[in-house]
């Protein structure tokens, strides 16, 4: 009896095991075959290069130097996901700093991207912070007033500051698309591990 019993777990194994081979492997297909970003329209990095793009990491840091001598550096990741207008929607998160040649102080900008259909992408800064220097990170340091509490017209203005640094719809559309097609790729390799340690227990 313990001899018919060790059988028919192991055969039960094996049925779950084939199921669960079959779902990989049909969760595989399905994200390989689908595209769920075709509709968004694609962007360019601009003047920007790519500095770090680690396929182990969430996030990508993006850096340009201008004409002036100014340094700036994007780093972006993407947010949770959340429920809007009927759909799930993830926006990026980016953090932008601007150092100018010379000073060790540096302006930082906290922004959201989100997606606005088949127009691209948009992006709204939530906090702006002047840092007098990289010592000067601690919590106790005074890092200026709410975003949202400054004057409209000054919102708009440090907005336009930063689209004439070049963070405009062509890097935000990169952004956006770039972090979602990075996670897929990442989402794939990890059901690909999934499956080949699935089919070697068979």
């Keep these: 009896m313990p001899r018919v ?5 192991k055969g ?3 049925l779950q095991d084939l199921n669960l081979l079959k779902i990989l492997q049909s969760e595989i297909s399905h994200e390989q075959s689908s595209n769920p970003f075709q509709n968004n329209v694609s962007g360019s990095l601009g003047d920007f290069v790519l500095d770090w793009d680690s396929p182990q990491s969430q996030d990508v840091v993006l850096r340009k130097k201008c004409d002036s001598g100014e340094e700036v550096a994007v780093s972006a ?3 949770p996901e959340t429920f809007e207008g009927g759909k799930f929607s993830r926006e990026a998160l980016m953090k932008i700093c601007i150092k100018k040649p010379g000073l060790s102080s540096i ?5 959201g991207v989100s997606s606005k259909d088949e ?3 948009e992006f709204d800064i939530q906090n702006a912070y002047y840092i007098q220097s990289s010592a000067c ?6 890092r200026g007033p709410l975003f949202s ?3 409209p017209q000054l919102q708009d203005e440090l907005k336009q500051y930063l689209v004439g ?5 062509n890097l935000t559309n990169f952004v956006l698309l770039h972090l979602h097609k990075k996670e897929q790729g990442q989402y794939v390799n990890w059901l690909q591990k999934l499956e080949a340690m699935v089919a070697q227990s068979e």
């Design 77 to 79: 990741l993407l947010g």
């Design 165 to 169: 640094k070049g963070i405009g719809d």
């Design 137 to 142: 990170l601690g919590p106790s340091v005074y």
């Design 149 to 151: 509490s400054l004057d």
């Design 119 to 121: 127009d691209g992408s």
């Design 107 to 111: 302006l930082q900008f906290d922004c």
């Design 5 to 9: 019993t060790t059988v028919l777990q």
């Design 12 to 14: 039960r194994k094996a």
